[in-house]
């Protein structure tokens, strides 16, 4: 399928390096399609990312396949709404809204039975951001929903906005690392090697049902999985180089009947059980966009109502709220954080000869008090520096010039210690618009 051009937007390697964020074990949507270049699905697209010293490149591919585009925007749509149904921007006057409407992406919308549909609202979906849209229900006709024609493709602020938002660009990560830094020494020699590694945010509903996968399990057959069930259970979204790409599967679809015996025929052992009978517990307890909802949740609310999924542990409990929910203070546990907490931190962890529930909560304790707010963030980076696979990925970040302005500012605007020369935390600057922050 044809991509878009490249294009551009400003973004320094010292606050995110492609190659070790995408392969350290957070998505597995990603692969690297060329030197420096990674293809993978974000928000219902295909995308091709590349990045210099300075600024993050990306292209869009789209498809040519009218009954996929169809597809998708009606899934969109359906989705959507039915979350955003109460909202009440969407009670406006029908006489505001006619056969022919601009999103605020000047998309134009068309309608087929101009005289029985009618506009109730355009918004950008965060998982989609297309023109979303549905029709006044008539009894009469008894259609539930109409065809969108996009007429013109996607500005580059929605397309920026989607990978500011998924790499969340808006928190300061050279500004965190200094912090780290001066409150661990060990943190502070790691660091030299594995900058510019931040916490991706990512649809919940995948990085969910992804990290069941991960129980006993290494990231390429994580990686194989995950494609098997987007491939067999998702939407096709486009063709790229051969290989057809696909959504993640939603909720529902995971749900149905005999799921179970059809994951364990395609190779995902007891995982099988997991994926088919947490889906079914979402959909007959919660409905459709439960996980996404607990987001509004406090830290231990949103970690206590996962646990109660079949296959979901402390550990991957912890990895969707840090990953997904916005649970920033979340550290997930496994052999590798256990490893490096026994070495570094708490040596008391050497003679122990498993992880017990009070041990685990002890380890994440221990770094919340010693990283602050953002202390699952800081976990990722030594997380890391751990992984064999990562090894090769070392650099310093002296390699990237930083503008000599930049040091001066930081020099003089960085109050990393109080007057007794203990390190003391500052809230990371951020220029987007997150909420639900509560960890």
Known sequence: MAASLWRSF??????????????????????????????????????????DETHLYYQVYESSNKDVNSCRIKTEVKSAFKAEETDASYHTSRKQHRATAKTTSNHKITFDSVDQKVLLETKYACSANLALAKQCKNDAAGIDYFDIKVEKKEDDMVLVSILED?????VDIENLYD????????FSKTARDFWGIRILRQDPVENLFSFICSSNNNIARITSMVDKLCAHYGQPVAEVEGKMYHTFPSVSSLAQEGMEE??????????AKFISKSARHIIDNHGQDWVSSL???????????????CGVGAKVADCVCLMSLDKTGAIPVDTHVWQFAARHYLPKLQAAKSVTGKLYQEIGDHFRDLWGPYAGW?????????LRHMQSKKSSPDQVEKPPAMVKQKRQSNSTEDGKGKAKYSKPSSSSKKTGRTA
């Open 10 to 51: 400003p973004c320094s390697r010292r606050q995110l390096r492609l190659d070790a964020v995408l392969l350290c074990g957070q998505s597995f949507r990603w692969r690297e399609a060329g030197a420096g270049e990674w293809l993978g699905v974000l928000a219902d697209r295909v995308w091709r990312l590349k990045q």
């Open 179 to 186: 912090q780290w830094s001066q409150a661990d020494p060990y």
């Open 262 to 271: 059809k994951l364990r025929e395609l190779g995902f052992g007891y995982r």
């Open 166 to 170: 998924y790499f969340q660009l808006g």
């Open 378 to 386: 800081a976990h990722s980076v030594l997380f890391t520096s751990e």
């Open 295 to 309: 987001r509004h949740q406090s830290y231990e609310e949103a970690k206590a109502e996962l646990m109660t999924l």
